[in-house]
């Protein structure tokens, strides 16, 4: 029997925030699997983007934050391809400082990225996706979501809400053939690391930070030791790449060992334990 068009095509997935990280592993990783790759990220991101030499690697400019970018994005996929198979919803970022030090426009921004970013480039796709009856949404969340750090509230908040959604979208979507899996990665040598300690220290400046100086410096030398010995991007990029292809992929990928120890010992244990180590961690 002859095989047809649909079962011969490659699949196609779209990724956010692929210029760097673990969106670029995944897109490279995913090209070696005999994906058509379309790696999505900001205007400023486009010439790191491009370095990504594939014939089937094809950059898009795509601000998750604009309804206009995401379905043009979106569109031009289908458009040329005729599918989705696979959505990684990648992008975001972390900023750092005590609830007290974080403005509440600063807190909208990360929202408006992590949370809302998320759920509109999954809410242009889903369309799409439903008429096929088929589809994979994989969403790059954080161990931060079920056990949150201080000095880290806003990005963790995101990350809950995050893993929220993705628990009620896996059962929405369950009977369109839709799958839906979150990552959850722990420690990754990726420059959200770098990024989180720079903005670390403009907090340090801010009126009211004294009494949180100690424990901020603290939080600065970890996040200094993740983004020199994480785990490289390319090993959460195999669990991505699972979540993709697998017949049955896991709602939830805990990719590494610390993330691991961390939500099982807040299941096991509860807050007491959990909230010692942190703070052990943050007084040193």
Not at 86 to 105: D, F, R
Not at 130 to 145: D, L, M, Q
Not at 258 to 272: L, N, Q
Request: proline share 4%.
């Amino acid at each position: 029997m002859a095989r047809t068009r649909e079962s011969i095509q490659k699949r196609v997935v779209l990724i956010t925030g692929a210029a760097r990280g673990i969106g670029r592993a995944s897109a490279e990783m995913l090209l070696e699997h005999g994906f058509v790759v379309y790696g999505g990220d900001l205007a400023s991101a486009q010439a790191e983007l491009r370095t990504i030499e594939h014939a089937d690697f094809h950059a898009l400019e795509m601000d998750v934050r604009s309804d206009e970018e995401v379905e043009a994005a979106v569109g031009t996929v289908i458009g040329e391809q005729g599918q989705i198979d696979v959505l990684v919803a990648n992008a975001g970022y972390s900023s750092l400082g005590p609830i007290e030090l974080v403005s509440i426009e600063e807190a909208k921004a990360i929202v408006d990225v992590n949370l809302f970013g998320t759920t509109r480039v999954i809410n242009a796709a889903l369309p799409h996706m439903r008429e096929r009856g088929t589809g994979r949404i994989v969403i790059t969340s954080s161990p931060a979501g079920q056990v949150a750090m201080p000095i880290a509230g806003w990005y963790c908040a995101t990350k809950h809400a995050q893993q929220a959604i993705g628990d009620v979208l896996r059962l929405e979507v369950k009977g369109f053939g839709i799958h839906v899996s979150l990552i959850e990665p722990g420690t990754t040598a990726t420059q959200i690391s770098f990024g989180s300690a720079g903005y670390l220290e403009e907090v340090e400046r801010r009126p009211n930070a004294g009494p949180y100086l100690d424990m901020m410096r603290a939080i600065g030398r970890v996040m200094d030791k993740d983004f020199a010995n994480g785990a490289p991007p390319s090993r959460i990029a195999k669990d991505i790449l699972h979540a993709s292809t697998a017949r049955r992929p896991k709602r939830r990928y805990h990719s590494l060992f610390d993330a691991k120890v961390a939500i099982f010992a807040r299941h096991y244990f509860g807050y007491w334990l959990v909230d010692r180590l942190l703070l052990k961690m943050v007084s040193k």
